[in-house]
């Protein structure tokens, strides 16, 4: 169900190949419901804006008390719908959407957000610097 973007002759280049990695890799660590799993993926100042704060966090303090709250609705699953990569010196953007399903009391939700991640490599890992997700209009 993802889109990717395509490199002439219709295969999907390394940098879109590592940038999904990096992407599935998070929306599994946001699966185990585990808020300090996810922050692992972040830098120590790394900042987001969340797709359901009200305020930008930073730092891995911010973060974890934002996972906490994120991650304790019930049912809470992502899926990545479509992804866009671009290079950067030291890392990757990957921007697109991807939707979260969960239950608010006995209704099943379903969010569509869009989403930018900005990747880097720190001490040879790929690391979180930026993140914004915000729920698609």
Do not use: C
């Amino acid at each position: 169900r993802q889109s990717l973007e395509r490199q002439e002759g219709g295969g999907v280049t390394p940098l879109q190949q590592t940038a999904t990695a990096l992407v599935h890799s998070w929306i599994a660590a946001v699966g185990t419901h585990d808020p300090s799993r996810v922050i692992r993926f972040y830098s120590q100042d790394a900042v987001l804006l969340g797709t359901f704060a009200k305020t930008i966090k930073q730092g891995h303090a911010q973060l974890l008390t934002y996972f906490r709250m994120f991650l304790a609705k019930p049912d809470l699953a992502g899926e990545l719908v479509s992804l866009t990569a671009q290079q950067i010196p030291n890392g990757l953007i990957a921007s697109g959407l991807y939707t979260f399903r969960f239950r608010e009391g006995r209704a099943r939700k379903s969010q569509i957000a869009r989403f930018s991640f900005v990747f880097q490599t720190q001490n040879n890992l790929w690391v979180i610097r930026n993140h914004h997700s915000s729920v698609v209009p």
